[in-house]
Antibody
Framework: EVQLVESGGRLVQPGGSLRLSCVDS????????MNWVRQAPGKGLEWLSY????????FYADSVKGRFSISRDNAKNSLYLQMNSLRDEDSAIYYC???????????WGQGTLVIVSS | QAVVTQEPSLTVSPGGTVTLTCGSS?????????PYWFQQKPGQAPRTLIY???NKHSWTPARFSGSLLGGKGALTLSGALPEDEADYYC??????????FGPGTKVTVL
């Protein structure tokens, strides 16, 4: 069974930076596309970023373009989200999601909480 | 920027049928929007039910089905169970590599 474990979330001041990680239990990580999605407290889901299996294609939501950067290390079965210039409105649970075949979001992690506050 | 629309809330009786829809401010939703449907229960991560309009994952209960209906993406729940009470989100892809979730539909089984 695929297991995704996010980490790196914590309390950070506005303007600060944070790097989130997502580790996949399956060696097939390198064959699948990955996404980051977030959910502010009591709010809906917001798609943030996509990276394909060999990192040659990356997409970003307008809300994070230029501030966030997605990357992956297939040798470590790991996905990352570098978040810079953090704002209060970036406070949310951040989920990684792994694709399977043509599905972008077959498997989800349990999320990591980011709080941006002074 | 495209806005995705969903019903804020729907109620279905146990054993009943309910259809959730997913619209786009840019026009009719088609298979080219590759509609997804997700279920999320309180305190849990989302679970993907449907991808690419009508494809199910191995874990998707048979009572859930996806389709296009009246220019919108649709998720139909037939034979609702109490455990189906949850928030349901759709997701659409748009030209120019733009992607968005809908605001979600809260489904009550009552």
């Amino acid at each position: 069974e695929v297991q995704l474990v996010e980490s790196g979330g914590r309390l950070v001041q506005p303007g600060g930076s944070l790097r989130l990680s997502c580790v996949d239990s399956e060696f097939t990580f390198r064959t699948e596309n990955m996404n980051w999605v977030r959910q502010a407290p009591g709010k809906g889901l917001e798609w943030l970023s996509y990276i394909n299996k060999d990192s040659s294609v990356r997409f970003y939501a307008d809300s994070v373009k230029g501030r966030f950067s997605i990357s992956r290390d297939n040798a470590k079965n790991s996905l990352y989200l570098q978040m810079n210039s953090l704002r209060d409105e970036d406070s949310a649970i951040y989920y990684c999601a792994r694709g399977f075949g043509s599905s972008w979001f077959a498997h989800w992690g349990q999320g990591t909480l980011v709080i941006v506050s002074s | 920027q495209a806005v995705v629309t969903q019903e804020p809330s729907l109620t279905v009786s146990p054993g009943g049928t309910v259809t959730l829809t997913c619209g786009s401010s840019t026009g009719p939703v088609t298979s080219s929007h590759y509609p997804y449907w997700f279920q999320q229960k309180p305190g849990q991560a989302p679970r993907t039910l449907i991808y690419d309009t009508d494809n199910k994952h191995s874990w998707t209960p048979a009572r859930f089905s996806g389709s296009l209906l009246g220019g919108k993406g649709a998720l139909t729940l037939s034979g609702a169970l109490p455990e189906d009470e949850a928030d349901y989100y759709c997701f659409l892809s748009f030209p120019g590599s733009r992607f968005a979730f809908g605001p979600g539909t809260k489904v009550t089984v009552l």
